[in-house]
């Protein structure tokens, strides 16, 4: 059999000649975001399965350990905890309606997230996503303490869609309240909130690994669209397939006023073009949103779609 070529990805130039481990966004590892997109896909199983770690998504991820669920189904809010080499791990489940929810995004209520400024402006974060966090927030952070995983601890966070803005609310929150937040990789995620929430969260968390990883045919990644929305950390750009390689666009490490935005990475593309990448999606094979790191990575993103090859 023919040797598998490594997937070619490109740097901005601020990472060339940095040394590993010094400057985090300079540190995407592809294998690693593998593994989280695996975990992203588990939050989409059901609670006792995922207790078991026997669902089809944990098969790809050995050796999970006490493994706790939550879930608040008046929000249809959901998430899961475990221990996994040495850290401990918060996937958030994405939506199970994808139609449905694309329409909550083009409305996009907004609401203040409480103790969060940046020079004076409030931060402004989608409505649905603070309620969903804020369902689950006390009963994860309970349950992370039941398992062993104190604020010291080294602590991932990761989601997919809806998922994913959940999962950079939990980020922020959970790094404000001195947990030991060591890394985030997030799939398809919607911009969560205002430029203000953008710069408080990336000033925060500049030397955090937080990598937005996003595929050119995924419309969530464009909505809501950019204007008083604006996205976090350091995104990851496919085109489409790992084959054809990725890029780490500018993030907060470089000072930029635009951070966050990069115009040779997902906003390239026209939003002209979200109308048909959303009718795309009408077919869960065809949809951009649920094929992350394929095919690195077996199986669609979410469990409902995972037959599809």
């Known amino acids: 059999p023919l040797t598998p070529q490594p997937t070619q990805g490109s740097q901005p130039s601020e990472c060339e000649g940095v040394a590993p481990g010094t400057v985090p966004a300079c540190d995407y590892s592809q294998p690693d975001a593998v593994q989280f997109a695996y975990l992203s896909s588990a939050a989409y199983c059901d609670s006792t399965a995922l207790r078991a770690w026997d669902?089809?998504?944990?098969?790809?991820?050995?050796?999970?350990?006490?493994?706790?669920?939550f879930a608040d189904d008046s929000v249809g809010a959901f998430a899961f905890i475990g221990r996994l080499q040495?850290?401990?791990?918060?996937?958030f489940r994405g939506t199970s309606n994808m139609n449905g929810w694309v329409q909550d995004i083009s409305s996009f209520a907004t609401v203040e997230l409480p103790r969060c400024e940046y020079q004076g402006g409030s931060c402004q974060v989608g409505q649905a996503f603070l309620q969903n966090y804020q369902a689950l927030a006390g009963s994860?952070?309970?349950?992370?303490?039941?398992i062993?995983?104190?604020k010291s601890t080294p602590l991932a966070v990761t989601g997919h869609s809806l998922g994913a803005a959940v999962a950079t609310l939990a980020f922020f929150d959970?790094?404000?309240?001195?947990?030991?937040?060591?890394?985030?990789y997030t799939f398809g995620s919607p911009r969560v909130g205002n430029a203000a929430?953008?710069?408080?969260?990336?000033?925060?968390?500049?030397?955090?690994?937080?990598?937005r990883v996003t595929r050119a045919d995924d419309p969530i990644v464009y909505l809501p669209a950019e204007g008083p929305f604006r996205h976090v950390g350091t995104e990851v750009y496919y085109k489409?397939?790992?084959?054809?390689?990725?890029?780490?666009c500018d993030g907060p490490m470089y000072g930029k006023d635009d951070w966050g935005e990069d115009p040779s990475c997902a906003d390239q593309n026209p939003?002209?073009?979200?109308?048909?990448?959303l009718m795309q999606c009408m077919a869960p094979c065809s949809c951009g949103h649920l094929k992350y790191l394929e095919p690195a990575k077996h199986g669609s993103m979410s469990c409902a779609s995972s037959s599809c090859q």
């Open 55 to 69: 669902c089809e998504a944990g098969q790809y991820v050995p050796g999970m350990a006490d493994v706790r669920t």
């Open 86 to 91: 040495g850290q401990c791990i918060l996937s």
């Open 140 to 146: 994860v952070k309970e349950g992370l303490a039941s």
């Open 148 to 150: 062993g995983c104190e």
């Open 174 to 184: 959970l790094h404000g309240l001195g947990y030991n937040v060591i890394k985030s």
């Open 197 to 211: 929430f953008a710069l408080a969260f990336d000033v925060a968390l500049m030397d955090t690994a937080v990598f």
């Open 240 to 248: 489409g397939a790992t084959s054809e390689g990725y890029r780490v």
């Open 271 to 277: 939003l002209s073009g979200v109308v048909d990448l």
